[in-house]
């Protein structure tokens, strides 16, 4: 049985309605791991999950999945692997609406959120949870000014259309 604790966070994150945010899994003293199977669940309201990618070192044998609320990944490898302290997936979501959403680890199904060495003996770690903030929509502007010729002393009068702006100077 091991003695590393492996610490597994994702951050706090803000973002736009419509933008895909990359959702870093970061884990310190990630050695000599034979299998680890993760659940992290999100607001499906506001966040929709829209793919991932993994660090080289455990993209064989590598599950991840969408599920309801949750997102869960699992793998194993026949030899252990050692990444140290890395990020281990990026986790992509597309921001629906305004709101927030916690990313918080299931913490409470037994055999959720655990790493295991080769012999299969689970090596004790931490979870951090994180959350993103979406807002609306930065101001766009969807009408230009038009150019205008003026004598000079003349006044020139310019109007400009944009949306999510309640002024604009």
């Known amino acids: 049985s091991s003695t590393q604790t492996i610490t597994a966070s994702v951050g706090n994150f803000t973002a736009c309605v419509n ?3 990359t959702v870093p899994v970061e884990v310190t003293n ?3 791991v034979s299998a680890f199977s993760l659940t992290l669940a999100y607001d499906t309201t506001v966040l929709m999950f829209s793919g991932f990618s993994a ?3 455990v993209q064989n044998s590598l599950i ?3 599920i309801g609320n949750e997102v869960r990944a699992s793998w194993f490898a026949i030899n252990p692997v050692s990444i140290g302290n890395a990020t ?3 986790l992509q979501f597309t921001a629906r609406v305004t709101g927030q959403s916690s990313l918080s680890w299931d ?6 959120n655990e790493f295991a060495d080769f012999n299969g003996d689970v090596i004790l770690a931490n979870f951090i949870n994180g959350s993103i903030d979406v807002n ?3 101001p766009a ?3 230009q000014p038009v150019s205008q010729t003026v004598l000079e002393g003349s006044t020139a009068n310019f109007s400009v259309t944009a949306t999510g702006a309640t002024a604009y100077q």
Do not use: M, R
């Open 19 to 21: 933008e895909t945010i």
């Open 30 to 32: 990630f050695n000599d």
């Open 55 to 57: 660090n080289t070192a």
């Open 64 to 66: 991840v999945n969408g």
């Open 88 to 90: 281990l997936l990026n």
């Open 107 to 112: 913490l409470a199904t037994q055999g959720a």
């Open 136 to 138: 609306a929509a930065p």
């Open 141 to 143: 502007i969807t009408q």
